[in-house]
């Protein structure tokens, strides 16, 4: 499976940005999959995943109601709507897919990584 996101940017705080992770390969609608999230100088975190069929779906404390993951499986798409950013938000973002058709909780769970795309958000 090869992973590709885009859509990062520079954006205003209190502005939105959609981010989007393509992947190869045709069991990824089988997938859980999931977005992390790396600033300067500080550990890689979790930010969303979803299940293989989009039913399940989970948040970091510190995005909850603001950010939101989807999928299009017809598209081999993961998508991560990003509104209200803050400052703090600001990181390379990955997405990445565990094999299994929930997200097992954990970063070390993940079988395969996109290169990162960079988040900006300017104060």
């Known amino acids: 499976v090869q992973l590709q996101a885009s859509g990062g940017g520079l954006v205003q705080a209190g502005g939105s940005l959609r981010l989007s992770c393509a992947a190869s390969g045709r069991t990824f609608s089988s997938y859980a999959m999931g977005w992390f999230r790396q600033a300067p100088g500080k550990e890689r975190e979790f930010v969303a995943a979803i299940s293989w069929s989009g039913g399940s779906t989970y948040y970091a404390d510190s995005v909850k109601g603001r950010f939101t993951i989807s999928r299009d499986n017809a598209k081999n798409t993961v998508y991560l709507q990003m509104n209200s950013l803050k400052p703090e938000d600001t990181a390379v973002y990955y997405c990445?897919?565990?094999?299994?058709?929930?997200?097992?909780?954990?970063?070390?769970?993940?079988?395969?990584w996109g290169k990162g795309t960079q988040v900006t958000v300017s104060s």
């Open positions: 990445a897919a565990d094999t299994q058709a929930y997200y097992s909780g954990s970063s070390e769970g993940m079988d395969y």
